[in-house]
């Protein structure tokens, strides 16, 4: 199982970034997505999920309204819309599954910043 992260950077107060998530090795359209994200010094937690038909989404309270999940079955890759980004969206964002065990990719930086 592999995942492979890739759309952070640095970004200004207000702006937008898309994360995306490549994932390989296992059956991508059978099992649930969640995007999680660790500011330093502060614990993993959990911004977005979404189920393996991406029917049905679930954000955390501080980025409801803000942050979109999506996935594309047929490309193998979960995404993640950041709209309206603040200084304390500032993490490293992970892409995590649960095939058999927990998964996770290696991160990739969001910064906010003017």
């Not at 640095?10 to 995007?35: D, E, H």
């Not at 010094?41 to 309204?65: F, H, M, N, P, Q």
Request: aromatic share 12%; proline share 3%.
């Amino acid at each position: 199982v592999q995942l492979v992260e890739s759309g952070g950077g640095l970004v200004q107060p207000g702006g937008s970034l898309r994360l995306s998530c490549a994932a390989s090795g296992f059956t991508f359209s059978s099992y649930g997505m969640n995007w999680y994200r660790q500011a330093p010094g502060k614990e993993r937690d959990l911004v977005a999920s979404i189920t393996s038909d991406g029917g049905s989404t679930g954000y955390a309270d501080s980025v409801k309204g803000r942050f979109t999940i999506s996935r594309d079955n047929a490309k193998n890759t979960v995404y993640l819309q950041m709209n309206s980004l603040k200084p304390e969206d500032t993490a490293m964002y992970y892409c995590h599954t649960v095939y058999r065990r927990a998964y996770w990719g290696q991160g990739t930086q969001v910064t906010v910043s003017s």
